[in-house]
């Protein structure tokens, strides 16, 4: 587990993380579940 924690950091520190879609400030992160629904491929996953 160590080793894959190792590699995700390594790959975390190549990949931008400035980029953030406009509802994330609308979004309660204290809550327990957040769902997001939607169309099939419009990119909830991403």
């Known amino acids: 587990m160590e080793e894959l924690f190792e590699k995700y950091l390594q790959k975390l520190n ?3 993380t400035y980029f953030t879609r406009s509802l994330m400030s ?3 992160w204290n809550t327990q579940l ?3 629904k939607g169309a099939r491929g419009v990119g909830k996953t991403t």
């Open 14 to 16: 190549y990949t931008s």
């Open 26 to 28: 609308e979004i309660n």
């Open 34 to 36: 957040i769902g997001i």
